[in-house]
């Protein structure tokens, strides 16, 4: 065995299954999330997506699902080979810190020296051989010490994503040659900045993949949030003993500190040069809203129509944008443009690619107007 | 009982109850066609408006309706007290000469020199003193010998609809001071021309309502269209035998010619100097399409969106044009300008005011492409 191989045999992959995806409603919805839907057109959901993407870099017993309660079933429904003491529930979302944080861990606990890589459930990647060869030399990072994650070389400047900003050279990690020290992670800029980024050539887009170790995710953790990662120890502590396991996640979880991983463990391992990034060079949508979802779908056209939908009867002189059905209706659109039509059997979204982004408004206005039926 | 009042006895109202609305699509339906529907939110629909507007002027014993076998039911539903011999069935469409005719050739067989006054089932008219006022003058008019039209004096230059050009002076027509000879019924016009009409002050909008005596209305189709007239008078001759009427519609019926009474009797008769108009001073809308539907379900005001349903749920930034909604689903638009979405549970349309007028073009494709099951 390789001393490589060995690094690899430690790894173990993370899908953090939350969010709910308010920019995409009606389509997603509490109970049939963005990661439980089909949103391009493969024929499965974007779960078992990523499943099939990870299977190979960490056998199916090596696959952990971090998802609520409320999709047990579902989630176990599209990952027919997910061993039961890979599936971690939430009695409620606690935010990213608290869902990776647990996996780690128990994964910890179970396995010392566990590396882990965590991937949200509900991102879009096509090119899966540079997504494993991106993943590989960043577990080579993470064996080397390094919190480490992915960024995706941008091809134009969105707004839509938060950006890696990383330093000048090699950050000279053995066998990752194409690995950098990150210098800060940004937020989602205007359009002049998002120009600026990509003529500067040292940003990447943020995709959220975090690869480590686990016990150094855990310290980074205790560094800047201790309480939070006692709590997470005392639960990890608890998980695999059946007896205690429950009254544990009725006591601890609760209150645990809601924070994204970004700001409890990326932004201060950035700044201290404790986090590297290897650029990818694949494809990734996090299909963050409709107009996403339109270009996604259209074949990277903007001129075509894209229509999603089963049985999608649909007739139409729109030229761009995107039409979501559900319900199997005749859908006739006349003169209209860039339009975004959602037709599901209890809610109707019309708006345009240019507004998708206000498509959370509408979630915020029907939670305050008591419609929550429809969420 | 003075002369003028006899003369209102000998008054016979007929509606013409036809023609699917196909620019009302997916609302109007070849098995629920516009006069079906309540496109005012009056809560009644706008055959039964119709009714409600004629019976002041003949008594319900006086109505004639004459629609479709297919709607027959839904008819009498609508008009409980519309008698059985009033009601003339189509056992396919042959257009307003053979409809109106037909009705014509029967009153005056049952009742010769009756006046009859034909009137659209699906248009709205809200101001039904001054529509009285204006039957009533056109009635005297009939008697007098005239084919007789009720114009409406136009409050914008609308090329949605036909223009009828009258001749200066009054007609001098005893008891009907404001009747004016017709100089020519014209077409719809582009905008320029509509400008021109109505800043010219002698344009009225033909309104497809016409008020003559019965046998004068057969003479004026006997000139232009000769068959067609020995086919009505045929059928009419039949008509009140039961043994007769039936065999008789199926072998004359199909037959008739298929022509716009505004050709067969309107334009000669205007030609002639035997037509004459009485000006309506009174709201008149015909419902064309969705854009029209819009401005009457907006109070008049152009800024505000429609919403035509019992039970809308719909959440909307958008600050014109029309929801129409029959499924009880939650809609919400979010930076659409004048968009038009009907909402039906077999159907879908989404077009903007602009574009009201093309939706027939997609009944036109539904037919093509053999998606009859939502025509």
């Given amino acids: 065995m390789t001393p490589s191989s060995s690094v690899f045999d430690r790894f173990y992959s993370v899908i953090p299954a939350g969010g709910v995806g308010s920019r995409l409603w009606p389509l997603s919805r509490a109970d049939a999330p963005k990661f439980l839907h089909d949103l391009t057109g493969s024929g499965q959901t974007l779960l078992r997506d990523t499943w099939d993407r990870l299977v190979p870099l960490s056998s199916p017993q090596r696959v952990m699902v971090v998802t609520g309660r409320a999709h047990r ?151 800047s949030k201790p309480a939070l990662l006692e709590g997470l120890t005392e639960l990890a502590e608890a998980w695999d003993d059946p007896a205690r396991r429950g009254p544990a996640v009725d006591r601890i979880w609760p209150r645990l500190e809601r924070i994204a991983i970004d700001y409890s463990v990326a932004e201060p391992a950035a700044a201290a040069g404790r986090l590297a990034v290897v650029p990818g060079y694949f494809d990734w949508d996090d299909v963050g809203d409709f107009a996403s979802l339109a270009k996604l779908n259209s074949s990277g056209r903007k001129s075509d129509l894209a229509i999603l939908g089963a049985n999608a009867r649909v007739l139409s002189d729109a030229s761009s944008g995107i039409v979501v059905t559900q319900t199997g209706r005749v859908i006739s659109l006349i003169g209209v443009k860039d339009i975004v039509v959602v037709d599901t059997p209890d809610a109707l979204l019309v708006t345009t690619s240019e507004n998708a982004q206000r498509v959370k408004s509408v979630v915020d206005a029907l939670k305050l107007t008591g419609s929550t039926d429809v969420l």
Avoid: C
Avoid at 92 to 110: K, N
Avoid at 150 to 174: D, L, M, R, V
């Fill in 73 to 223: 079933a579902a989630v176990e429904d599209q990952l027919p080979d997910l061993t039961d003491e890979n599936v971690v529930l939430e009695s409620e979302p606690r935010d990213s810190t608290a869902a990776i944080g647990l996996a780690a861990a128990i994964l910890e606990r179970r396995e010392p020296g566990v590396i882990m890589g965590s991937f949200a459930a509900d991102h879009v990647i096509r090119d899966r051989v540079r997504f494993h060869q991106a993943v590989r030399e960043a577990i080579l990072a993470a064996d080397a010490g390094y919190i480490t994650t992915i960024g995706i070389q941008p091809t134009e400047p969105a707004i839509g994503f938060g950006y890696i900003h990383y330093k000048e050279g090699n950050a000279g990690i053995e066998g990752a040659p194409s690995a950098r020290l990150v210098d800060s992670f940004v937020e989602k800029p205007d359009l002049a900045t998002a120009e600026r980024y990509l003529a500067g050539g040292d940003y990447l887009w943020n995709a959220g993949m975090f690869i480590t170790r686990a016990d150094l995710l855990l310290e980074e953790i205790g560094r």
